[in-house]
Structure formats: structure tokens, C-alpha cells
């Protein structure tokens, strides 16, 4: 294996290593960069024609994935940490009393929740989430006006 061939090896790795090392998008351009210019030591020994094929491959990289991303971070909505915002308007039952200024527990489409109300609702009692705050879903019990409207 020439130094050459080497060298790009490293410098594939090293930028491979470097993007799974961040959260975004930094490096990958020039690993495919590198690894075009890998293959090409293989067939010349010109470090020169490999820099080259590094920085060409790189930019045309580059150019055809900054539109790409720019076009998906606009249309990107805000992430859902948890899937407490899907429980909005559901029903569930009460599995430990909730008392005002205290969690209990509901359980809504098969999960437990932690749960906040503003009136006193004891264990196996129907609700209706009507918020969430973060994972706990504030709740109220469900009446018969509740279960008609």
C-alpha cells in the first residue's frame, strides 16, 4: 500500500469519525471527497490528481447536498419529544387518585401517563385529557355533558 493510499485511508476514516462525532452535517462531504481520491490512488500516484479528485468530488458533494438540506430544514416541523401532544381529547381512566396541586396516574390508548387535575378524581374514574404540560397530561373527569358533546 503506497503512503498515498494510505494517507487518504486516514483522512476517510478520520472524517467518517468526525461526523459521527457531531449532531449535524459537517464532514460528510469530505469523506466521500477522500474516499474518491482513495480509489484514485490506486490507479495513479500523483498526490496531486488525487488532491484534485479530493476537492472536485468534495464541492460537487457539497453542492448537491446544501439544497437538499436547506429545502428539508423549511419544511422540517417541530420535533414531538413524546407522544403526550397525540393525547389531546382522549379518554382515559385514573390509576392513582389525582388530587389538585399533586400527580397521579391515567392510563390513555394502553399507557400510563403521570396526570394533573384541578378537582379531585379518584382511582378508576373516566377522563378526558384536555393539555399537556411536558409528559403530564392535565385531565378532567368525564360527565355525562362531557360524553354527549
Known amino acids: 500500500m503506497s503512503a498515498e493510499t494510505l494517507f487518504w485511508l486516514i483522512a476517510v476514516i478520520a472524517f467518517v469519525v468526525l461526523e459521527a ?3 449535524a452535517l459537517v464532514s460528510v462531504w469530505f469523506a466521500v471527497g477522500a474516499a474518491a481520491a482513495l480509489v484514485v490512488s ?10 484534485v479528485v479530493f476537492a ?10 446544501v439544497p437538499t438540506l436547506a429545502k428539508r430544514r423549511k419544511e422540517r416541523k417541530a420535533p414531538v419529544t ?9 379518554q382515559g381512566v385514573v390509576l392513582v387518585d389525582i388530587n389538585p ?13 403521570q ?3 384541578e378537582v379531585p378524581m379518584p382511582k378508576d374514574t373516566p377522563c378526558r385529557v384536555t393539555d399537556v404540560d411536558g409528559a403530564v397530561l392535565i ?3 368525564v360527565t355525562v355533558q362531557t360524553v354527549t358533546a
Open 56 to 65: 472536485v468530488v468534495s464541492a460537487v458533494t457539497l453542492l448537491f447536498m
Open 21 to 23: 462525532a457531531t449532531t
Open 82 to 90: 413524546n407522544g403526550s401532544p397525540l393525547t389531546i381529547g382522549k
Open 115 to 117: 396526570a394533573r387535575a
Open 42 to 51: 490506486f490507479f495513479t500516484p500523483s498526490l496531486s490528481v488525487q488532491a
Open 139 to 141: 385531565v378532567c373527569p
Open 101 to 113: 396541586g399533586y400527580l397521579g396516574r391515567v392510563r390513555v390508548d394502553g399507557l400510563d401517563w
